[in-house]
């Protein structure tokens, strides 16, 4: 049986790049990619949510993976 | 969490309306938090100003998430949308202008110094123990301008930050939106298609 396991996904349309994501993810999985918005590596995010609660756009929300 | 030499760049903050209190001439320093997001900007098509280097940003993390002075709500819709966002920014070019051309008045000799700070572009509160008379009454005028709207703008960060999430100012201050912008404009305007629905491989 495979485990459905939350990650944090967001909208780069609307990212202000201010990097609060990138400071409070334990597992540093944020960057700011070319300096201009957040990407995600979903491989290292544990959909914690730290920075679905920081993000002061509220574009980052959590998604459960298969 | 990894702790950064930028994460204390707050201390700047700090310092610039410590030495702004006492001596108006210090004002001119807030320069540097208008040119240097343009430099990154115009310079290498980037916002690490804004997620490294931004002093009021780091200012706003450290007591909204470090501190625990954020209430962490959400941010009420129209205060993200873009209509604000771009109208925040032409009502703040449209004040500082009226700063250069109160210090053009200054200047000219048609106006005389007015030694106060303007909070919130209305409230006159008297500032004359800052100025001595090593600055030019223009210079002084420039000076008394920037430190008003430097003060007024982290108040309302401030504010937002207690309200809502530490670093709301940024989703709707001005030099953000203003570098968003060239950013935009020099990337084609354009987010890779590979990242435009939810970025979430890497």
Same mark, same amino acid.
């Not at chain 2, 969490?1 to 030495?19: A, G, N, P, Q």
């Not at chain 2, 320093?29 to 990154?40: A, D, Q, T």
């Not at chain 2, 280097?53 to 002075?69: E, K, T």
């Given at each position: 049986?495979?485990?459905?396991?939350?990650? *944090?996904?967001? =909208?780069?349309?609307? &990212? /202000?790049? #201010? @990097?609060? $994501?990138v400071?409070? %993810? +334990?597992?540093?999985? !944020?960057?700011?990619?070319?300096?201009?918005? *957040?990407?995600? =590596?979903?491989?290292? &995010? /544990?959909? #914690? @949510?730290? $920075?679905?609660?920081? %993000? +002061?756009?509220?574009? !980052?929300?959590?998604?459960?993976?298969? | 969490?990894?702790?950064?030499?930028?994460?204390?760049?707050?201390?700047?903050?700090?310092?610039?309306?410590?030495?702004g209190?006492?001596?108006?001439?210090?004002?001119?320093?807030?320069?540097?938090?208008?040119?240097?997001?343009?430099?990154?900007?115009?310079?290498f098509g980037?916002?690490?100003?804004?997620?490294?280097?931004?002093?009021?940003?780091?200012?706003?993390?450290?007591?909204?998430?470090?501190?625990?002075?954020?209430?962490?709500r959400?941010m009420?819709?129209?205060?993200?949308?873009?209509?604000?966002?771009?109208?925040?920014?032409?009502?703040?070019?449209t004040?500082?202008?009226q700063?250069?051309?109160?210090?053009?008045?200054?200047?000219?000799?048609?106006?005389?110094?007015?030694?106060?700070v303007?909070?919130?572009?209305?409230?006159?509160?008297?500032?004359?123990?800052?100025?001595?008379?090593?600055?030019?009454?223009?210079?002084?005028?420039?000076?008394?301008?920037?430190?008003?709207?430097?003060?007024?703008?982290?108040?309302?960060?401030?504010?937002?930050?207690?309200?809502?999430?530490?670093?709301?100012?940024?989703?709707?201050?001005?030099?953000?939106?203003?570098?968003?912008?060239?950013?935009?404009?020099?990337?084609?305007?354009?987010?890779?298609?590979?990242?435009?629905?939810?970025?979430?491989?890497e």
């Open positions: 049986m495979v485990k459905a396991r939350k990650h *944090a996904v967001l =909208d780069p349309a609307d &990212c /202000v790049a #201010c @990097g609060s $994501c400071d409070v %993810c +334990p597992r540093e999985a !944020i960057h700011i990619h070319q300096g201009s918005f *957040a990407r995600i =590596d979903v491989s290292r &995010c /544990v959909g #914690c @949510g730290r $920075c679905v609660r920081e %993000c +002061p756009a509220s574009i !980052i929300r959590l998604e459960v993976q298969a | 969490m990894k702790r950064h030499w930028y994460h204390y760049l707050w201390i700047w903050s700090v310092l610039y309306f410590s030495l209190f006492f001596n108006i001439a210090f004002a001119w320093l807030g320069l540097i938090s208008f040119f240097l997001p343009l430099i990154f900007a115009i310079g980037n916002k690490a100003f804004c997620n490294r280097y931004c002093d009021r940003g780091q200012l706003l993390r450290m007591l909204g998430s470090q501190l625990g002075f954020s209430r962490r959400d009420p819709s129209w205060l993200k949308s873009r209509y604000f966002r771009y109208g925040f920014l032409v009502f703040f070019l004040m500082f202008g700063i250069i051309y109160t210090t053009y008045l200054v200047f000219a000799g048609a106006s005389s110094l007015q030694e106060v303007t909070l919130f572009w209305t409230i006159r509160v008297p500032w004359q123990w800052a100025y001595s008379a090593e600055l030019t009454p223009g210079a002084a005028q420039f000076a008394f301008g920037l430190y008003s709207l430097m003060l007024t703008s982290a108040l309302i960060g401030i504010i937002t930050m207690l309200l809502f999430r530490p670093r709301s100012w940024c989703v709707y201050c001005p030099m953000g939106t203003m570098t968003q912008l060239i950013c935009k404009a020099k990337g084609d305007g354009t987010i890779p298609a590979e990242e435009s629905v939810s970025n979430g491989k």
